[in-house]
């Protein structure tokens, strides 16, 4: 089916379901038809667009994988700015801070720890393999986060960090 036309279908389905649930609220017995109508127009059209997948996500437009020699380059730049500015911890991490439950490690391990010791490795073990990488990273956006008031000056260790998320396409949001 043409885009356009699938394009068009969304902007019908979200119109009516806008419109039948303002109907709705008013006691109009149109707006009992046309919400769940203009709702399944909306899914309909939003799952042929590929906008959403049947467990309800939001997704966005499918992406080529990065390439496995950018993406280790990258890892090389960023090791080496951590080391620059002497944020590389040479002794390994005891074995309980491995077993965090929180995104980025953030119960048992600073970030750049996480950095270090999670993100990597498990990005070279990926290279190495050829494994698959995950289908998009905002590893920028935490950093821009934890390191905001950083005493160190990592203003070029996010510049890299942005770079890396970029390799798996543009920002989500």
């Not at 009516?16 to 038809?33: E, Q």
């Not at 990065?66 to 590389?88: N, T």
Request: hydrophobic fraction near 50%; aromatic fraction near 12%.
């Amino acid at each position: 089916m043409n885009k356009l036309l699938l394009w068009l279908l969304f902007c019908l389905g979200a119109a009516a379901f806008v419109l039948g649930v303002s109907w709705f609220a008013d006691g109009n017995l149109l707006g009992y038809a046309l919400t769940p109508l203009g709702l399944a127009v909306l899914l309909w059209s939003a799952l042929k667009l590929r906008r959403i997948s049947l467990r309800g996500n939001l997704m966005t437009a499918p992406q080529n994988p990065p390439d496995y020699a950018a993406v280790a380059a990258k890892l090389d730049e960023i090791e080496a700015e951590m080391k620059r500015i002497g944020m590389w911890q040479e002794q390994p991490l005891p074995p309980e801070q491995y077993a965090f439950r929180q995104a980025f490690a953030g119960d048992t391990m600073a970030f750049d720890q996480w950095l270090q010791f999670i993100l990597l490795p498990r990005a070279r073990e990926i290279v190495s393999t050829r494994g698959r990488f995950p289908p998009f990273s905002e590893v920028s956006a935490q950093a821009a986060r934890e390191f905001d008031t950083h005493p160190l000056d990592t203003s070029r260790l996010q510049t890299l960090l942005y770079e890396f998320d970029r390799l798996f396409g543009p920002p989500r949001f």
